[in-house]
């Protein structure tokens, strides 16, 4: 299974500052060490908007894209399920590429979303595409359900044991004989009781016609066979026959209604076998659209979250990093290391405002760089947490912080409350040194 991480990380916001940075990743993680394969993603301008709808587009996308990866999911498994009952190959695509060719070559859709349209109305948008996928899937998954349904009973009707199936497919008219008297019926036999039939069958009744029985078919358990009877004494035929443990089988043949079963048997086949096609084609074509939904769902989301963390202007270089399998957790350890110094500058000054207000500092967690999707769903979450911060001389709260593992929100927010903590702290010392 392949993974593949959107990442952002914290540079100066000028193109060279960028350039430096991303030049800094591709050789740490790809010329000293091939811990992975990367590729810069280049974010559209979108529309920033306030920070209270950052916020709540924060809280929001987490779950948005984890609902359009089960989407995905679920169109990639019906796609593989019906080409593997069929012994077929399928090689699904995103805009005639593989997901990697996709991923690698990401460029922002500005014909169905807009940059310049609020983030919350093009999140809404999204979903709605991919919403609407979802109920397709279901009605035309429905469908063809049905339809496999109704071409299952007919199966088992044509293939089913001697004992139940429908007999229209083995009895022909040359099988049949009747007169104003006598009749011919059809016997359920099972195997090895053949030869007891065959010996006994003339003895069942008095009516019934010496050397008449005839096999017409076998399967691996039964045998049905025909005898034929006196009209009057079938029903005691019957009776008898069902004593010595055989299965008088009623069966009257309709060469109009055969024929027409068998047209409609045909028609539902070909019916089902043009859904299928079809349904497959559908799929294929919805996977790539869910697909590109999501991605840019993800790229939102990342971009939302470094607005967050870096703040304004947007001071980070974005990128799509493919890890190595087996160097994953080295590939964390390097980018920890490489591009931590944003993080413990946060630590510091968190640790600052903690000498005013009970922060608990030394459980909170940090890493300096943001990954926020990957292909297996092996997301690192988001850990969200509230605290209100009460400044002195100040009445209630003067404002609530978030901030997560990733990082603290509004990084030059804090350090203008630590500068007025310090000054109010300061105010307060000289105060009391005056009164006393």
């Known amino acids: 299974m392949v993974n593949f991480w959107f990442v952002s990380l914290s540079s100066g916001p000028d193109d060279e500052d960028k350039n430096r940075t991303w030049d800094l990743l591709e050789q740490k993680t790809t010329s000293e060490n091939k811990y992975s394969i990367n590729e810069r993603l280049q974010l559209p301008n979108l529309r920033v908007g306030t920070l209270d709808t950052l916020m709540a587009l924060s809280d929001d ?155 017409i078919q076998q399967d691996n358990e039964y045998a049905l066979a ?51 096609i079809h349904l497959m084609e559908w799929c294929q074509t919805a996977y790539g659209e869910a697909v590109s939904a999501w991605i840019h769902i993800c790229v939102i989301r990342l971009f939302v979250e470094s607005i967050l963390r870096y703040g304004l202007p947007p001071s ?35 640790q600052m405002i903690a000498v005013a207000f009970p922060l608990d500092v030394g459980r909170m967690k940090w890493r300096p760089w943001a990954s926020l999707w990957s292909a297996s769903a092996d997301v690192f979450l988001l850990l969200l947490m509230l605290c209100r911060l009460q400044m002195p001389g100040n009445q209630g709260s003067i404002m609530m912080l978030k901030h997560k593992v990733l990082g603290v929100v509004w990084c030059r927010t804090l350090k203008t409350l630590c500068l007025r903590t310090i000054q109010n702290q300061c105010q307060t010392t000289q105060q009391a040194s005056c009164a006393a």
């Open 316 to 350: 980070f270089v974005a990128g799509i990093v493919q890890p190595e399998e087996k160097k994953i957790k080295k590939l964390q350890q390097l980018l920890e290391a490489t591009f931590g110094d944003a993080s413990e500058l946060v630590l510091r000054l968190l």
């Open 226 to 276: 025909s005898v034929i009877v006196f009209a009057k004494e079938l029903d005691n035929f019957k009776a008898e026959a069902r004593t010595k443990g055989f299965q008088v089988r009623d069966f009257q043949l309709d060469e109009e209604e055969q024929a027409r079963s068998s047209e409609e048997l045909e028609k539902s086949k070909a019916e089902a076998g043009t859904k299928r």
């Open 61 to 215: 996308l987490g779950k948005t894209a984890g609902q359009m990866e089960a989407i995905v999911a679920k169109l990639k498994r019906q796609v593989t399920d019906m080409a593997q009952a069929d012994g077929e190959k399928v090689n699904l695509t995103v805009e005639g590429s593989s997901l990697e060719g996709y991923l690698f070559s990401f460029a922002w859709d500005e014909a169905k979303y807009p940059s310049n349209r609020p983030l919350k109305d093009t999140v809404e948008k999204i979903q709605d595409t991919v919403g609407k996928l979802e109920d397709d899937m279901k009605v035309k998954l429905g469908e063809y359900n049905q339809l496999k349904v109704l071409l299952s009973a007919a199966a088992r009707k044509a293939t089913g044991s001697l004992a139940v199936r429908d007999l229209s497919s083995v009895v022909k008219k040359e099988h049949i004989f009747t007169s104003d008297f006598m009749m011919t019926t059809f016997v359920v036999v099972p195997i090895f009781r053949l030869k007891e039939w065959e010996t006994s069958y003339e003895r069942l009744n008095d009516f019934v016609l010496p050397r008449s029985s005839r096999v």
